[in-house]
């Protein structure tokens, strides 16, 4: 009896000493910690673990994705923050440094500096779109925890991202609370305003990796997403 019980104190120790814990998520330079909420920052360590983990994430350089109606392509070089959009619609390129802001666009061939600021935005959009839950530590935003949510009969943690600018209103990330995955995302323009929308963050699939949402079931969102290893230099830099 007494060589039982001390293989099962040896069996409880090593259990306790093997219990795994949730991966801290170094934030990026500029991220305002002093803002964000503790339970909030676990919680978004959790989401990055969930959909592969820092590392597998910082591993990849590019992505492209187009919009759901097939008619954008975008381009995405994560090392160097750059970018590009090529929008069909109105037969129109922007080239963005995601650095410093800087933003150059060119309609129908011919460079056309005053569209800059409707296209930075439309980029941001549709990056938010792609990889919102990946960002939640950079330096764009800070960090709360509003406790939990019921969103078509289930219950989520909720985590609520505040741009540097509180002006440009706020997101929020419903989040599973087994898998951790982000289940719904909602945008609200003003802290007390109503949500402008709130959709689906589903469909996921893994690339590199990484867990991807795309091809979403309301049909808004990112489709044909793909991992580059290489893509030529200067669709970052010609029009």
């Known amino acids: 009896m007494k060589i039982i019980y001390g293989l099962f104190l040896v069996g409880l120790v090593l259990g306790c000493s ?7 998520v170094a934030p990026e ?28 994430w ?5 992505i492209t994705w187009k919009s759901q109606d097939g008619l954008t392509t975008y381009y995405w070089d994560k090392s160097k923050r750059r970018a590009r959009m090529e929008d069909g619609i109105n037969n129109s390129v922007t080239l963005i440094n995601l650095a410093n802001g800087t933003t150059r666009v060119a309609v129908n061939g011919s460079e056309n500096p005053a569209n800059a600021a409707a296209a930075n935005a439309a980029f941001s959009r549709a990056l938010y779109s792609l990889a919102l839950p990946f960002l939640t530590k950079s330096q764009n935003f800070s960090l709360l925890y509003m406790g939990e949510d019921t969103l078509a009969r289930q219950r989520y943690n909720s985590l609520v991202l505040v741009p540097k600018d509180s002006a440009e209103g706020r997101y929020k990330l419903f989040v599973d609370k087994t898998a951790k995955l982000v289940r719904y995302w909602s945008y609200y323009p003003a802290a ?20 991807f949402s795309g091809n979403r079931s309301a049909g808004q969102g990112p489709t044909s997403i793909k991992v580059e290893a290489e893509l030529a230099d200067k669709l970052f830099t010609e029009f």
């Open 58 to 62: 910082d591993k990849i350089r590019f």
């Open 18 to 24: 093997t219990e795994k814990k949730e991966p801290v």
């Open 192 to 211: 007390a305003a109503p949500a402008e929308f709130i959709l689906p963050f589903d469909n996921y699939e893994k690339q590199s990796d990484i867990l």
């Open 29 to 56: 330079a500029g991220f305002n910690l002093a803002l964000s909420d503790p339970a909030a920052i676990q919680l978004a360590d959790s989401v990055m673990q969930a959909l592969g983990g820092r590392s597998n």
